[in-house]
């Protein structure tokens, strides 16, 4: 439950920053500087989004290489 209530909060994020480089380009039409700080603040949403998201992706697969390697070990070990 907590998990995709995390994934939904990300996901949130991520549009909210993306959202805010749209707002951010429209604002430099009209006044640059808070255009300038509009983007700024919104790729750095962007960026700590995915700064997470690869440490998640990380752990993951070496999540993934640790059960590789008990697997192999299992199926050695019952096969001889």
Do not use: H, W
């Amino acid at each position: 439950m907590l998990k995709n209530l995390l994934g939904v909060i990300e996901a949130g994020v991520v549009f909210g920053g993306l959202a805010g480089l749209v707002t951010g380009m429209y604002l430099l039409a009209t006044g640059p500087l808070p255009g300038v700080i509009v983007m700024l603040a919104s790729m750095a949403l962007l960026v700590s989004s995915v700064a997470r998201l690869s440490k998640a992706q990380e752990v993951r697969s070496e999540i993934d290489a640790g059960c590789d390697r008990s697997c192999r070990s299992r199926v050695r070990s019952s096969g001889t």
